[in-house]
């Protein structure tokens, strides 16, 4: 118990006194903002800061922060120190990042941003990844609350059902203007997320449930290795690329830079703490990572898991309160998975977004493949979502580093995570199922070459003159 508290404060602390680090070498000021200096009335709307923290925090905290937690769980307590170190030096820096310099680039989307300090080749990549990514987003996004909700309700209600549903609310999310939709439920989604965090931590720690201590131990059953599998697993718990998409558009939307710290950085650090319950979750209430294992296959995965958890702690009332926090989490991430997906289109071909028909030509062929894609096996939708996503959170990084440096900043805070991802990222394509299959001979040391590679070429090549952003 003693490290779930000391994680815990470790993620707080981390917010007040590194957050204040990466603040500083960024240097925020009192420029005029996107969301002043556009204002479309749809997607540039200028919007009160805790509303947009609210926002940002449901935006990114998906199935990643509680799938992935519990499935980061299986390696045992070393998860708590993915989930709280990497959510302070990588997955908040990252977010922070790709926020302020899109806010200092007119709001643009990632694509664009990678485009202007990585090259135009790479800004052709992006622009194919995100789309690509912003709807293996959607879908998985789509599913698995469709899944979580046909649990709760009456047989004739079943996932297809539901699928329906949540792809009806994702259409008027992605056309209709941003404080209209999306900007007034969030608030009560916020609401079930906070229910839904309290009472599993509560239920956990007060029906004394023992919780193992931290280790460096592999506890993983079928003996999966920690490096690079882990790293991938838990995604958005720690750091995620899918982030890098949602940070631009709620950047659209900030009236201050200063407010920066707070609403990139902090729901960042708010997301870990939210993956760190779950991890916790799943290492106590299965009492080993062997239990989890069988609950996992028993209950038909995550969500069966976290199904049976929230009603086993909270009883019928507060498990269905708690379930709609989890089912909240990953609906308010789809349907800003295809906002944004939208918004980088019209960034790619300049297509003006105030006009309704100009949305409705990006939105409706966006959600019609989306449905078609939910059709292929979950599994496999979600190995690649999750491996494309840390890919993108390298490329972001990078980016964010050339920023730095071309600003003559402190590029440390974004080259040491960018490194560090480039080498999980490429070991893990390297070695997995869905890659090449390649031994762990030839895997580590690949993707560590490759980290080396890369840390190479940027030191060589990203020169020290600075620009004017």
């Known amino acids: 118990m003693i490290s779930f508290f000391a994680a815990l404060a470790t ?17 925020p000021d009192d ?20 509303n947009i923290f609210l926002i940002q925090l449901l935006n990114i905290a998906g199935l990643g922060p509680i799938f992935g937690a519990i499935s980061g769980a299986l390696w045992g307590p070393v998860v708590f120190f993915w989930i709280v170190f990497g959510s302070i030096f990588a997955g908040a820096v990252h977010d922070y990042l790709s926020g302020m310099i899109s806010m200092r680039h007119n709001g643009a989307s990632i694509s ?56 009806a609310y994702y259409f008027l999310a992605t056309i209709v203007p941003i404080d209209k939709l999306i900007g007034k439920i969030y608030p009560i989604f916020g609401i079930t997320l906070i229910i839904m965090a309290v009472g599993v931590a509560g239920g956990i720690i007060l029906q004394g449930y023992n919780m193992p201590e931290i280790s460096f131990a592999n506890l993983h059953p079928a003996g999966a ?32 830079e200063k407010q920066g710290r707070t609403i990139f950085y902090g729901a960042m650090i708010a997301e870990g703490v939210i993956a760190l319950v779950w991890a916790a979750a799943g290492v106590a209430f299965y009492e080993t990572t062997g239990g989890l294992a069988v609950a996992i296959k028993e209950f038909g995965g995550a ?15 507060g498990g269905v309160l708690a379930m709609l926090g989890v089912i ?39 959600l019609g493949i989306g449905y078609m894609i939910t059709f292929v096996d979950y599994a496999v939708i979600w190995r690649y979502f999750a491996w494309s996503n840390q890919t993108l959170a390298m490329m972001a990084l990078w980016a964010g580093a050339v920023y730095l440096k071309k600003v003559g900043a402190v590029h ?14 490429v070991t ?39 620009a004017t952003v």
């Open 11 to 27: 993620l707080l602390v981390g917010y007040f006194l590194y957050g204040k680090v990466v603040e500083k070498a960024f240097k």
């Open 31 to 50: 420029r005029p903002t996107p969301a002043t200096l556009v204002n479309d009335g749809v997607d540039y709307v200028p919007m009160k800061k805790w």
């Open 112 to 167: 664009e941003i990678v485009g202007t300090y990585l090259g135009n080749e790479m800004k052709q990549v992006m622009r194919v990844f995100s789309v690509i990514l912003l709807t293996l987003v959607g879908v998985v996004f789509m599913v698995g609350p469709a899944g979580l909700l046909a649990k709760l309700t009456p047989d004739f209600m079943d996932v297809k059902f539901w699928l329906i549903i949540v792809l």
């Open 225 to 256: 290795p920690i490096w690079p599998l882990m790293f991938i697993t838990v995604a958005c718990g720690a750091i995620s690329g899918f982030h890098a998409t949602q940070s631009p558009m709620m950047a659209r939307c900030v009236t201050s």
């Open 303 to 317: 969500a069966g898991v976290v199904y049976n958890i929230t009603f086993t702690l909270l009883g019928p009332i």
């Open 328 to 366: 909240a989490c990953p609906i308010t991430s789809g349907d800003t998975a295809f906002r944004s997906a939208r918004l980088t289109l019209a960034d790619w071909f300049g297509f003006d977004q105030k006009p309704i028909k100009n949305r409705l030509l990006l939105a409706i062929p966006l």
């Open 412 to 425: 440390w805070i974004a080259t040491v995570p960018a490194t560090f991802m480039s080498a999980v990222s």
């Open 428 to 466: 893990y394509i390297l070695q997995a199922a869905e890659g090449f299959k390649l031994p762990t001979s030839i895997s580590y040391p690949g993707g560590i070459a490759f980290a080396v590679v890369c840390l190479t070429l940027y030191m060589v090549k990203v020169g020290a003159k600075k």
